[in-house]
């Protein structure tokens, strides 16, 4: 297993191809667009040879027999899907954001698995050999994959075939005994920077007219035909700054658009190739636990929250009693999250190719409280900070060190505590609140009104009506207009 500056050197011996500002970026680990998710992830490496971390973040591999990183492996059990959530909640702790690099395309894996493995029972095709053989290879290089599988899409009211431009989603363009080549493009991936590969997914479910856009597949960050754009922009540049008004040194999520130009692809890297009927199926098969460990997500960051609110407290001379109301709430809106996200892989089962899949009910209620309670930590955790917190309403680093008037600021700025303390905590509740340190609560890993759609389809109302009805003996049958 890589080491986190092995990492970094791998990143460093790759094509440059990712742009910001309209400047290209020669050195992914060194740029500041791109230096601290880089930092992120390589938290991940470093965590891996830690005695503390290493079972939660590591695994033995089902085909090696060796220990390789966990976001390289097969989700097999209910306790690896368990593992999945403590894994995100500590990359958070750890990190203070997304390490999504990793996460999105350890599940793309998962999910491919399964459907590749359906696709091969029916139809007779190599794709699930293809990506095992690429899983065995990708555990002894330890790579880090991001996955991709949000579509420019175009007009939302029309399906791929229809759009005026084809390549509003992607799509095959050749394909011939040696591969496929492939145009398009797929947009806002979290952590493409800090990745060596990237999992293409189908986007949506597709019919049969869109066979060409029913299409997954593996290919490196750097190859030919891929450009991409970070699109994700720090809040009042403050990740470009040293000192307190860049709090957090060692984690930060990027956004890329990854276009796709005529990029070839091995055929042996080929998951999908016109299969429009497992589209569908692939999605739920990403989602469901997808949806479900991002509750241990967004309670890694509330925990910094929780920890961060009751330290500014007494930096600024209240004791955090004051606020134990405010602290319990975000408390339990951590733990909800957390723990629905657990009872989901609980009420999962195995899919017959040996993966695990989640309840496809709880991970989608899971998705809609994680849309909703992190807000309100984040609206806790700035009424105990106060303003200063809230506002961002302080000099900067720059003035606090400032051989002039330094010691001025300084002198009122500081409370209980040092003016560099205060600060410091101040700066880190504003980054994780209103900052680049805010994940994807609302529409990561889809939006709410999704989830809400595969929560009405699992809930059963009919057989709930039945149920009332067996309690209180009505047979009275009730019709209403459609």
């Known amino acids: ?38 930092s992120g992830h390589a938290q991940i490496y470093a965590a891996q040879h830690d005695p503390q971390y290493q079972d939660i973040v590591t695994k033995m591999s089902s085909f090696s027999g060796e220990r390789v990183s966990r976001y390289l492996t097969l989700i097999e059990s209910m306790e690896d899907m368990w593992a999945n959530s403590r894994m995100k909640r500590l990359m958070f702790n750890l990190t203070g954001t997304c390490t999504g690099g990793r996460c ?33 290879d990708a555990q002894k290089r330890d790579i880090s994959v991001c996955g991709a599988l949000t579509d420019p899409k175009g007009n939302r009211t029309l399906p791929p ?13 050749e394909a011939n005994d040696k591969g496929l080549v492939v145009r398009g493009a797929k947009v806002q991936i979290a ?6 590969e990237i999992f293409v997914l189908p986007g949506s479910g597709y019919k049969a007219e869109d066979t060409s856009y029913s299409v997954s597949f593996v290919t490196p960050k750097d190859a030919k035909g891929i450009t991409i754009v970070e699109a994700r922009h720090p809040s009042d540049m403050r990740d470009f700054e040293d000192g307190w008004d860049n709090p957090v040194k060692c984690g930060g999520i990027t956004q890329g658009y990854v276009f796709f130009e005529d990029v070839f692809v091995p055929k042996e890297r080929v998951f999908m190739n016109g299969e429009w009927e497992w589209t569908m199926k692939n999605i739920m098969s990403f989602i469901t636990p997808y949806r479900s460990a991002i509750g241990g997500c967004v309670a890694g960051q509330g925990d910094l929250m929780v920890g961060a609110s009751a330290l500014l407290a007494r930096a600024n001379g209240l004791n955090e009693k004051v606020f134990s109301d405010k602290l319990n709430k975000m408390t339990i809106n951590n733990e909800t999250t957390f723990a629905v996200g657990i009872a989901a892989a609980a009420r999962g089962k195995m899919h017959p190719s040996g993966v695990w899949t989640c309840d496809p009910l709880l991970a989608n209620v899971n998705k809609i409280h994680v849309a909703t309670l992190p807000y309100e930590t984040k609206r806790l955790a700035q009424e105990i900070g106060g ?12 003035d606090l060190e400032s051989p002039e008037y330094g010691e001025l600021v300084k002198k009122y700025m500081k409370a209980n505590s040092s003016a560099e303390t205060r600060v410091k905590l101040a700066r880190l509740i504003e980054w994780l609140t209103l900052g680049s340190g805010v994940p994807g609560t609302m529409h990561g890993g889809g939006s709410p009104d999704g989830a809400g759609m595969v929560i009405r389809a699992n809930s059963d109302l009919e057989e709930k009506i039945k149920s009332v009805r067996r309690l209180i003996q009505i047979d009275e049958e009730i019709k209403v207009e459609k």
């Open 191 to 196: 952590g493409a920077a800090a990745s060596h």
């Open 104 to 136: 999105v395309g350890w599940n793309s894996t998962n999910a491919m698995w399964a459907t590749t493995w359906e696709i091969d029972k029916e139809r007779g095709t190599k794709y699930h050999e293809n990506l095992k053989s690429w899983l065995v």
């Open 161 to 173: 075939h229809k759009q005026k431009d084809p390549d509003m989603n992607l799509h095959v363009v």
């Open 387 to 398: 303003g200063i917190a809230e506002t961002g309403c302080m000099p900067s680093w720059k």
């Open 1 to 38: 297993m890589k080491t986190p500056e092995q990492y970094r050197e791998s990143l460093r011996e790759m094509r440059p191809n990712v742009h910001k500002f309209g400047e290209l970026i020669k050195d992914v680990t060194s740029h500041p667009a791109t230096s601290r998710v880089v």
